[in-house]
Structures are given as structure tokens and as C-alpha cells.
């Protein structure tokens, strides 16, 4: 079977893929995180964040996972504590703040990536162990 399209034909499929990516955005990667760790503590907090790590599925929990390859981890005695870190070329962050002590500690984390993606802003009253923890993981939407 032989199918011919004419001049007009041709015209019209460039006109409907110029049309595709017209209207969609630019791929926006992020370049930075502003993180801002706050609240009430009377004991040390820790604070882990990583822009070099492997996610991967847990095959016994089936849950995600991330692999830290470096993290930079800090001991925060005072909040509020405020910091931006500036993203690698795959543009991903792991952020974690944990209470390793007894007493229980208020403690409020907030992270903005600058890709207009939703702020992560969570509240929690972390006893000994507790942790609150983001992961952003960059998707390009072109390939």
C-alpha cells in the first residue's frame, strides 16, 4: 500500500509539530535548595544533606532508598538554622533532620528548590530517633 501525501499534506504535519513544542515550557533544572531547619530544641539536632546519592527499590520493603556516595553532616545547637546549597549537574538532594537525643524536640523543616516546585514544609515532634527527611530527584521532561 502506497500512501501519498500531497504539498498541503506536508505543510499541515509541520504546522502540528511546530505546534507541539510551542506551547510547553522550557525544562526548568533547579541550581539551588534553600533549606531552613527551625523550632525548639533543648538537645543537639543533626542535620544530613547529600547531593551525591543512587536511589534504588529495596527489594525486601519494596520502598525507595537513597545511597549516599558523600553527605555533609552537621550538628545543629541553636535554630533556627538557615543555609543554601548549590545543586550538582543532576540537580537531586537529600535533606534529613534527626534527634538522637532523649529529650523530644519541636522541629520544623522547610526546603525550596528554585525549579518552582512546591515548597517542603513539615513540623514534627521528634523524639529520640525521629527524623524529618526530603528527597528531590531532578527529572528532565525532554529527552
Known sequence: MICRIGRWGIMAI???????SAGTEPDVK????DIEVSGTSTVP???V??????EFIDPV???RRQSFNSADTLVLTSLPYTTTIQLTE???IVVEVSNPAVTPATVRLRVEVDSGQQPYDREAIMSEGGALRYVFSYFSPQL
Open 90 to 92: 543532576l540537580a537531586s
Open 45 to 47: 539536632l543533626q542535620l
Open 61 to 63: 520493603e519494596g520502598t
Open 14 to 20: 509541520a504546522v502540528a509539530v511546530a505546534g507541539c
Open 30 to 33: 533547579p541550581t539551588r535548595a
Open 49 to 54: 544533606v547529600s547531593t551525591d546519592f543512587v
